[in-house]
């Protein structure tokens, strides 16, 4: 059988199946008592008050731009290397989109390129953990504050990371996460926002069911964003994996740093002193932009697959057609993206292909 690695693998087995067989068996598999848990046990996880679990991630964006009343007058600040959803859920307001550039060194945007782009007409900022790495939050805490504005967390990525002690979740007016196939932990597809608002929290709980307070009294415009108890019931057994998985793939990081701390050409990743815990979603090493998708198509060939994460909003079809954005609008975010390469990391990577791995990119540097 020909060599294959993925970039990323479920950490999922038989606890899982088991435990949806009993769900399923019990006859209640829609929105019930299992998505209570597993918000329960997420909020004592992170140290959350509350906790609204929905069908993905791009739903608790959706909901919480709902909760916010955002409106065709309102601004909306997003980093311009984020994924789809967190430009998209601003279209789906017709709401205006106000990108802003990116840090190189961490791929996530800072307070300084948010502020240039402030008006009075700024209404929300979205703030992206890009692979997995918290952004400064006090930085942006303190943005908020003064200029009274709300952030809110995309943390779809940094699910179990610590930001100067403290879990993700609660740094924001709300953090919004995934539970995607390729996230840390997983119910296939799935998502849950954590506040510690409870008014924000009420209207979320109407906003995710059809906007409905008591059966078929509909009191705002809602949607179906409704988490599957069989998807809690994944998500609970996931989620009592989850230190185990984040010291597994720290385990890769640390082999990745000490394989890669020498070798000339490839960058490996920096990481701010505020981040005690990195989730490590993606491990996103950065190589020269003139030679990235040589190497890309090299490890593929060796079976190994790579991602060149997302890229920019301002450079897909859809924004291009629509704003007219130039490639070079948002050089930071370009720049980063041409160089980026996503390596293989999840729990469970074995030493052995790992190194096969970091001995196919030293074979490609000696031949270019
Ligand atoms: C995964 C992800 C989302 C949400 O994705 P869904 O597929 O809708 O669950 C949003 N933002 C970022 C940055 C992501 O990586």
Not at 147 to 154: E, F, S, T
């Amino acid at each position: 059988m020909k060599k294959f690695i993925p970039v990323a693998s479920p950490f999922i087995n038989h606890l899982e199946a088991k435990a949806v067989y009993r769900t399923i068996k019990s006859g209640w598999i829609s929105m019930g008592r299992k998505v209570e848990e597993f918000e329960d046990r997420v909020c004592k996880y992170v140290g959350c008050k509350y906790a609204i679990g929905m069908n993905n991630g791009t739903s608790t964006l959706d909901a919480l731009l709902t909760a916010m009343n955002i409106t065709e007058q309102d601004e909306i600040i997003v980093p311009s290397l984020t994924y789809i959803a967190s430009a998209n859920v601003v279209q789906y307001k017709k709401a205006k989109l106000v990108l802003c550039d990116i840090d190189p060194a961490t791929f996530n945007t800072n307070v300084e390129y948010i502020k240039k782009k402030i008006t009075k007409k700024t209404k929300l900022i979205i703030v992206t953990d890009m692979k997995g790495m918290p952004v400064d939050y006090d930085s942006f805490t303190k943005l908020s504050k003064m200029y009274r504005i709300p952030i809110i967390g995309d943390s779809a990525e940094s699910f179990g990371a610590l930001y100067k002690g403290k879990k993700v979740g609660s740094q924001f007016l709300a953090h919004s996460f995934s539970f995607f196939a390729n996230k840390n932990i997983t119910t296939g597809e799935g998502g849950m926002i954590l506040t510690n608002n409870l008014s924000l929290y009420k209207k979320l709980k109407i906003i995710r069911n059809q906007g409905q307070q008591g059966r078929y009294n509909h009191v705002v415009l809602g949607n179906n964003y409704r988490m599957t108890d069989i998807q809690a019931t994944i998500g609970i057994e996931q989620l009592k994996k989850l230190n185990k998985i984040l010291k597994s793939k720290e385990r890769v990081a640390k082999n990745y740093f000490k394989k890669f701390h020498k070798m000339e050409g490839v960058l490996l990743p920096f990481i701010p002193t505020y981040v005690s815990q990195h989730s490590w979603y993606n491990f996103a090493i950065k190589v020269n932009s003139k030679i990235r998708n040589k190497l890309v198509n090299y490890l593929k060939k060796k079976g190994i697959e790579t991602r060149m994460s997302f890229p920019c909003i301002h450079t897909q079809a859809y924004y291009v057609k629509k704003f007219k954005y130039k490639k070079n609008d948002f050089p930071n975010s370009s720049k980063t993206f041409d160089q980026l390469i996503d390596l293989p990391i999840w729990a469970g990577l074995s030493l052995k292909n790992q190194s096969f791995i970091v001995s196919s990119i030293k074979k490609f540097f000696n031949k270019n």
